[in-house]
């Protein structure tokens, strides 16, 4: 199965790297995440659940989904300590919320992607959640 789960997922990301066909490369985003699920590979289905959430993510319609999607993977990249995968998942799901004029919710994923950055001096995600989080206030 893990053999098989990860032909999928380099199949997709063909699809998703030439953008040649965003539903093939969620099909395949999608059966790689199920076998990956069966075998319980947490990595793996975090990172996939990434890579489906930000294909949704530039589909405005498709915002509910990229944010479920990404909570998949948040909570996963917390659980196994992928602190820098973590920070910018919370930034695409603030994003996300700023989009949606949820500024509270937005303001939450910037602060805790801020703290966890600090915590690992991890600069870029520091600089990006700072620039933003100023941007959100400034505008109140």
Known sequence: KEGEAFVCSKIADIYENNKE???LALKYYQM?????KEINKKGQIALLSTN???LYYYD????KAALDYYKVSILLYKELGFKESLVLDLQSMAKIYQKLN???LSKECWTESFNISKKINYNYGILSASKELGHIYFNE
């Open 102 to 104: 949820e500024l509270e």
């Open 52 to 54: 489906i959430a930000d």
């Open 32 to 36: 790689a995440l199920s076998l990956y």
């Open 60 to 63: 405005k319609e498709a915002y």
């Open 21 to 23: 066909n965003v539903e």
